[in-house]
Nanobody, 118 residues
Framework: QVQLVESGGGLVQAGASLTLSCAAS????????WSWYLQAQGAERERVAVTIPDGYTVYTESVKGRFTFSREETKNTLTLQMKDLKTEDATVYYCSVECNRTHGMDYWGKGTRVAISS
């Protein structure tokens, strides 16, 4: 089983940048997708970005051009670089790895909170 631990959340001002990281406790290179999600209070989790093994990455419309998702396979690390943050970006962010076909399950971190002051 793989543990995912997010870090990098905190309080920043609107317009600032922040980088979130997600460290996996073991190799996930045989998994099929790596994602960042956000979840506003009282709402369902929403996928922010997803990358697949060939490196193709898709972003949700609201973060295109502002967020950059990268995966360092050798370090088992996912990174979400966020710039030009808006107050509506403030919420909890989760990383997730889709490993159902190879590990029999998908993995989720416990989340890191991003707060943004106007």
């Amino acid at each position: 089983q793989v543990q995912l631990v997010e870090s990098g959340g905190g309080l920043v001002q609107a317009g600032a940048s922040l980088t979130l990281s997600c460290a996996a406790s073991a190799d996930t290179s045989d998994c099929s997708g790596w994602s960042w999600y956000l979840q506003a209070q009282g709402a369902e989790r929403e996928r922010v970005a997803v990358t697949i093994p060939d490196g193709y990455t898709v972003y949700t419309e609201s973060v295109k051009g502002r967020f950059t998702f990268s995966r360092e396979e050798t370090k088992n690390t996912l990174t979400l670089q966020m710039k030009d943050l808006k107050t509506e970006d403030a919420t909890v962010y989760y990383c997730s790895v889709e490993c159902n076909r190879t590990h029999g399950m998908d993995y989720w971190g416990k989340g890191t909170r991003v707060a943004i002051s106007s």
